[in-house]
């Protein structure tokens, strides 16, 4: 999750917090990737010449990595190309190996790079004997040809400024803020702005199995990778081969419903969290339970209105004091940081920590003032070209969406709707998915939903598992985003059972 987006939903952590049937037979015809050197690709006749590349490996550290060529433009497969960064792990049982596994951390606009070396890290021993683990930052994204938007101060301007959109002067003066920074970035990055929508990034992913040497895509996608996913089901389901989806989107649900739900999910994080910190001694929320929330809500009101100081004098306003929070309810782990805010809040005055944790959601250095990566950006043009036409907000239309995020979460619901989101973005994706009928053909997929999932909340993945013909519904009955990797060992012996013996978890199966 990132900023408030009425029309693209934030759907992943900033941080390193992780992303019936059978699939693929264990005797299917794989062809082995190359161990080294240079290697080509399975392209064919009347496929685009990236498909047929060579791609030349390096050691980078534990893992390998190389630079691949990727249309700029789908619509134009033979045209100019943009660099894709990729890396991998070897499978540690070369004899074997399956095949590769792609991995997507989400966002949109989380590194894949920075994810390989976590999640070997964490995987399970027969996992990584069995595959080549493939990390890569999806096109405008970090080492790939990355997307650029302005400075530090552009981009704090933009996110972090608290909006009060009451007026059709104030609405005006957003949309417009929206078409300057999406021009701005257009200035920067040249037609790269304009196509690095979703579709085209699973596109990408059907040149890295092709040129991984792999007849079929294995795949591991988390939150908004698991959209990524999809959208590569709907659109090569002949080539996928054993697919995981953890902290499922339903991406084909209607703008209001994606932000309900979002807002819903993060206002029962916050009970939950409430009820733990008072069963602390030292708790600084009071009174019963409403009564605590009411305290967070009137935190996150005076930082809008009024702003708060942290220890070195920098302001945290509304939107600063929210990302704070909301980084906290990935995991139940995070927690004490919460309380320990609130602690500093109330007693203090100030709210350094919240300051500081709002620079880990960002991925922006709090000591220097520097964003450490393009996540931010990257998130918002991804999302924009995925979401579509955007109604115009009007005064009496924005009012009705607050009305209705205010009902969803009475703590945070101003905040989803202080942007106007995507209106004014001048450009939308020319290969939308919107629908999974096509995926119907693709090879059965596991779907993983937790239960008090707050960025991708479970119902998502209940409605996306129903889309998917023949797909498998794993429940991870627990708090925070995802599953794999940050729950127990129910959820990863069924991952790792299904991905490397093809055994897909009994249907219905609650971890």
């Given at each position: ?6 029309a ?21 015809p794989?062809?082995?990737a ?34 691949i060529?990727?249309p700029?433009d ?5 045209g100019?190309?943009v ?10 049982d070369?004899d074997?190996r ?8 989400g ?26 683990v ?6 405008g ?6 997307l650029?938007?302005?400075d ?19 609405i ?14 257009r ?6 702005v ?20 792999d007849s ?34 339903d ?8 932000a309900?739900?979002?807002?819903r999910?993060f ?7 409430i009820d ?10 009071t009174?019963?339970?409403e ?25 945290v ?11 906290t ?5 995070s ?19 919240f ?5 880990f ?12 990566s393009?996540?931010q950006?990257?998130?918002?043009a ?31 619901g ?8 995507c ?82 978890p ?6």
């Amino acid at each position: 999750m990132r900023r408030p987006l009425t029309a693209v939903i934030a759907l992943a952590a900033a941080s390193s917090l992780l992303v019936g049937c059978t699939a693929t037979e264990d005797d299917a015809p794989i062809t082995p990737a190359p161990t080294s050197g240079s290697t080509s690709g399975t392209g064919e006749a009347g496929e685009p010449a990236v498909y047929s590349q060579e791609v030349s490996w390096e050691e980078c550290g534990e893992l390998e990595c190389a630079t691949i060529q990727v249309p700029l433009d789908w619509e134009d497969p033979d045209g100019e190309t943009v660099d894709l960064a990729i890396n991998r792990a070897r499978a540690t049982d070369q004899d074997a190996r399956i095949g590769s596994l792609v991995i997507n951390p989400g966002g949109p606009g989380g590194s894949g790079l920075d994810l390989t070396e976590s999640f070997v890290a964490m995987a399970g021993e027969d996992l990584l004997a069995a595959y080549d683990v493939v990390g890569f930052d999806p096109r405008g994204v970090g080492e790939s040809s990355p997307l650029a938007c302005g400075d530090a101060d552009v981009i704090d301007a933009y996110y972090l400024t608290d909006l009060t959109l009451d007026t059709d002067a104030a609405i005006a003066d957003a949309r417009q803020a929206n078409v300057d920074f999406a021009e701005g970035c257009r200035e920067q990055s040249g037609p790269l702005v304009e196509n690095v929508d979703t579709s085209s990034a699973a596109r990408d992913m059907d040149v890295i199995r092709a040129l991984m040497g792999d007849s079929e895509l294995h795949y591991l996608g988390y939150s908004y990778g698991t959209q990524l996913g999809a959208t590569y089901a709907e659109l090569y389901p002949e080539n996928v081969g054993r697919m995981v989806l953890d902290g499922a989107v339903d991406f084909t649900l209607p703008m209001e419903e994606q932000a309900a739900g979002q807002a819903r999910g993060f206002e029962g994080s916050l009970m939950n969290f409430i009820d733990w910190c008072q069963e602390q001694a030292d708790c600084p929320l009071t009174g019963d339970r409403e009564a605590a929330r009411q305290q967070v809500e009137d935190i996150t009101l005076q930082a809008r209105d009024q702003g708060y100081e942290s220890l070195d004098g920098d302001p945290v306003n509304g939107n600063i004091m929210v990302y704070g929070m909301v980084i906290t309810m990935y995991d139940e782990g995070s927690w004490p940081y919460l309380q320990a805010g609130l602690d500093e809040v109330i007693n203090r005055g100030t709210a350094d920590i919240f300051y500081q944790l709002a620079g880990f959601y960002l991925d922006k250095d709090p000591s220097t003032g520097e964003y450490l990566s393009n996540s931010q950006w990257a998130f918002t043009a991804i999302g924009c070209l995925d979401g579509g036409t955007v109604e115009p907000f009007t005064v009496d239309s924005l009012d009705a969406f607050r009305t209705q995020m205010e009902e969803a979460s009475p703590t945070f619901g101003w905040w989803f709707a202080s942007s106007l989101g995507c209106d004014g973005w001048p450009w939308q994706g020319s290969e939308r998915v919107t629908s999974l009928d096509a995926a119907d053909g693709a090879a059965p997929i596991l779907v993983i939903g937790t239960t008090q999932d707050p960025a991708t909340p479970y119902a998502w993945a209940e409605s996306l598992s129903e889309q998917l013909a023949g797909s498998t519904l794993l429940t991870y009955e627990g708090e925070g985003h995802t599953a794999y990797g940050r729950s127990n060992s129910c959820v990863i012996d069924a991952v790792d059972g299904y991905l490397v013996d093809g055994e897909m978890p009994v249907s219905g199966l609650r971890c």
